[in-house]
């Protein structure tokens, strides 16, 4: 008999751990984020994958979607898109999730977005820009500004405040740099602005003499430059060969390590950026850096910024659509000016973010503002 009776309680036990099992993976909504977590773009993966992993704390601490919790499954690009593929692949089969956060890499992104739409998963990237992307399908979203955007933005600005009729075009040679080098051609162009060279450069190339002698000579006003770390040592070697032309840059240009390995030389580049000031006044601003901070130490830079909102405008829309990717995908082309910490963002028809632009420079070692909204 009193063998029974501990079976009995055996069972119960048994069942009851497996139902809690079962309840809690009921509870638990899980969302992929694909992000180059090693190699040479991982400080932005980084950046990224802390602020999705705050929004989530805080969602969670809310009593999560729905009174469910949200759990992130991470995968890492390696910022290639072989690797993008192969994580969305995995995300998609496996793990079943609805919508994944990813990639940063343009490249990345428009190679993954056909499985994306193949399979109904919501893609939204927090920072990929090149123009393809607008095309890239109809589960396919970004939470920042397209370079079709940013680069008129520049190209009118260059134009009509900095009263530029000359300029010269040095980039990166892949899709966010020549997504860049296009739309500031044609924009400077169609205001009645002249681009006397354009000149390109491989992905973590170290010598730009070449490239350099020939803008030097065709004599621009002003430089426009896109690239990543590259930048570093194109001012640098500028500087070097004499090269006093104003230069002038896009959202990639405000890291700190620039400023830090450059010195004087970055004084005076003018570059787009977002309306995301760490150490604005805004009630959501503030709470967002002074989290971020207590937890890593660290400011929040604008992949952070962005990477957070697009967390939140997942949490929004989950909210607002249920769990099926396809009332997913309507709520977010349903989002109007959601407040974000890096400006209010609405969706336009192909899944392109409206965002504000602003621009900014380098003054005594310092990015400051100059125009807020522009």
Same mark, same amino acid.
């Given at each position: ?41 991982? $400080? ?20 999560? *979607? ?34 994944? *956060? ?9 190679? /993954? ?18 123009? $393809? ?26 134009? $009509? ?35 006397? %060279?354009?000149?390109? @450069? ?11 002698? =020939? /803008? =030097? ?11 990543? =770390? ?13 090269? %006093? ?7 990639? @240009? ?15 580049? /003018? ?16 709470? @967002?850096?002074?989290?971020?901070? $207590? ?71 310092? @990015? ?7």
């Amino acid at each position: 008999m009193r063998n029974r009776i501990w079976l009995i309680v055996f069972v119960v036990f048994v069942v009851g751990i497996t139902s809690y099992g079962c309840k809690r993976s009921v509870e638990e909504i899980n969302l992929g984020a694909i992000l180059p977590l090693t190699g040479g773009a991982a $400080k932005y993966g980084e950046s990224a994958k802390r602020a999705i992993d705050l929004a989530v704390a805080e969602i969670n601490s809310k009593g999560g *979607i729905g009174r469910r919790k949200v759990r992130i499954i991470y995968e890492d690009s390696q910022a290639l898109p072989q690797q993008g593929v192969a994580a969305i692949t995995k995300l998609g089969t496996v793990n079943k999730v609805p919508v994944v *956060i990813g990639a940063m890499a343009s490249s990345v992104t428009l190679a /993954i977005a056909p499985v994306a739409e193949k399979n109904k998963i919501v893609l939204i990237s927090p920072v990929s820009s090149a123009p $393809k992307i607008s095309e890239a399908g109809d589960y396919v979203f970004r939470n920042c500004m397209s370079d079709v955007y940013e680069g008129a933005k520049m190209a009118a600005y260059a134009f $009509k405040e900095l009263g530029l009729r000359k300029i010269a075009i040095l980039y990166v040679n892949n899709d966010y740099g020549s997504g860049l080098r296009g739309m500031v051609e044609s924009r400077f162009k169609s205001l009645g602005g002249r681009v006397v %060279t354009m000149q390109s @450069f491989d992905q973590g190339s170290s010598d730009f003499r070449t490239q350099l002698a =020939k /803008i =030097k000579q065709a004599k621009p006003e002003a430089i426009y430059m896109v690239g990543y =770390k590259e930048q570093i040592l194109i001012l640098k070697q500028a500087k070097e060969m004499g090269i %006093t032309q104003q230069f002038l840059g896009s959202v990639m @240009f405000e890291d700190p390590e620039i400023l830090e390995k450059v010195g004087k030389a970055a004084d005076g580049v /003018i570059y787009t950026y977002y309306p995301f000031d760490p150490a604005g006044e805004q009630e959501l601003v503030s709470q @967002f850096t002074n989290q971020f901070n $207590k937890k890593y130490g660290t400011q929040p830079d604008i992949y952070a910024a962005l990477s957070y909102d697009a967390m939140r405008i997942v949490a929004s829309a989950i909210r607002r659509g249920g769990m099926s990717p396809g009332r997913i995908k309507q709520a977010l082309y349903d989002t109007k000016d959601f407040p974000g910490v890096a400006g209010s963002t609405t969706f336009d028809e192909n899944g392109d973010a409206i965002k504000p632009v602003s621009i900014k420079t380098v003054r005594d070692g310092e @990015f400051v503002w100059l125009k807020m909204d522009y």
